[in-house]
């Protein structure tokens, strides 16, 4: 296994949103994702990731800690994460009792990647409020950890106020939690850096935008880096023909809980950015590609968002092609260097 000039081993991993392309039933996507999870473990990745979405198609999975518990269950070796779980609508403590719960019976593989979310319906469906998005978050990470960490908990904060409580079960390791950055001027990266959290960073962010927010954090950490990776000679055809259509649906079921724009992308020209700046393309682009994400990011843990044909057929087999042609010629490369380091451009 290829180490860091840090000795943090390079990772890399899956990231299934669960999405519903156009003409697909929920309950085939969910199914599609375990599959996907099942076919990554067999293919060598390190750890696979889930999404958590409400109310839209862009991803079904409501309650990405809870898929977790299932493919944890159907699975014996690879970490599996949540990215992420959103702290606007969920109660960090009720989070911590799962992760605690889930931790315990599957040896330590459960990760947790959180994240503030956005102002839809969501928070007024589960009654947090407009307050926990806008101003809660900080408050939430904190009272997250503080419940993560074992024993009595309590607040006395603005949007949590309770008496002391024993914390059940009693967690038998340190939890290994990531926070979603959305970039360099986000409050989530200085939120992270000074509770010492490493990032999520996002799928929309090129390169240049990734080394920024390592920049912002200021300090080394074991950061997640997500990208696109469709691997086939005709990849570009099969992410054109089959992204724009799931985009359109789910950026256009985003409601906001008090009327404010929703997101406004362009699906097509959106999809053409993702092919631009993501490795998609026969293998050795794709290894060309991740070498240059990894040197100049620094950044050595990579999550892949694999389901770009939409279908469980298309997915599982660009898992196998990852797993086959592309990790085993990263695993390969010398340490990459930390960004802003001599070689690092």
Same mark, same amino acid.
């Given at each position: 296994m290829v180490q860091r000039s840090s000795g943090q081993q390079l990772r890399f991993g899956v990231f299934?949103?669960?999405?519903?392309?156009p003409g697909q039933e929920d309950a085939d996507v969910l199914r599609r994702?375990?599959?996907?999870?099942?076919?990554?473990e067999a293919a060598g990745f390190d750890d696979v990731w889930l999404a958590e979405h409400h109310f839209m198609p862009y991803g079904v999975?409501?309650?990405?800690?809870?898929?977790?518990?299932?493919?944890?269950?159907?699975?014996?070796?690879? %970490?599996?994460?949540?990215?992420?779980?959103?702290?606007?609508?969920?109660?960090?403590?009720?989070l911590a009792e799962q992760w605690s719960m889930l931790d315990a019976?599957?040896?330590?593989r459960l990760r947790v990647g959180v994240g503030r979310g956005g102002p839809w319906q969501d928070l007024e469906v589960f009654g947090t409020g407009l307050a926990r998005y806008e101003t809660g978050f900080a408050e939430s990470l904190d009272?997250?950890?503080?419940?993560?960490?074992?024993? %009595?908990v309590r607040a006395d904060g603005e949007h949590f106020a309770f008496?002391?409580?024993p914390f059940v079960p009693r967690p038998e390791r340190r939890p290994r939690l990531v926070v979603a950055c959305g970039g360099p001027g986000s409050d989530a990266v200085r939120l992270a850096a000074e509770r010492g959290l490493p990032m999520l960073l996002g799928l929309h962010a090129d390169d240049?935008?990734?080394?920024a927010t390592v920049e912002a954090y200021g300090a080394p950490a074991e950061h997640v880096s997500t990208v696109l990776c469709q691997v086939g000679e005709d990849a570009a055809d099969v992410v054109r023909r089959t992204l724009p259509g799931w985009l359109e649906d789910g950026l256009g079921a985003h409601v906001t809980? %008090?009327?404010?724009?929703g997101p406004s992308r362009d699906p097509g020209a959106y999809t053409e950015r993702l092919c631009a700046i993501h490795p998609v393309g026969d293998p050795g682009h794709c290894v060309e590609t991740l070498e240059t994400s990894l040197r100049r990011t620094g950044v050595s843990h990579v999550v892949m968002f694999v389901e770009a044909s939409g279908t469980p057929e298309g997915t599982c087999e660009n898992i196998a092609r990852i797993g086959a042609e592309v990790l085993p010629a990263l695993r390969r490369q010398p340490p990459v260097s930390s960004p802003g380091a001599p070689g690092s451009d």
């Open positions: 299934l949103v669960s999405g519903r392309f994702t375990v599959r996907a999870a099942e076919a990554a999975c409501p309650s990405a800690v809870t898929l977790a518990g299932h493919v944890l269950g159907r699975t014996s070796r690879i %970490d599996v994460g949540t990215a992420v779980s959103v702290l606007s609508t969920t109660h960090p403590v009720a019976v599957s040896g330590g009272l997250l950890l503080s419940a993560m960490a074992g024993g %009595d008496r002391e409580v240049a935008e990734k080394v809980v %008090d009327g404010r724009p």
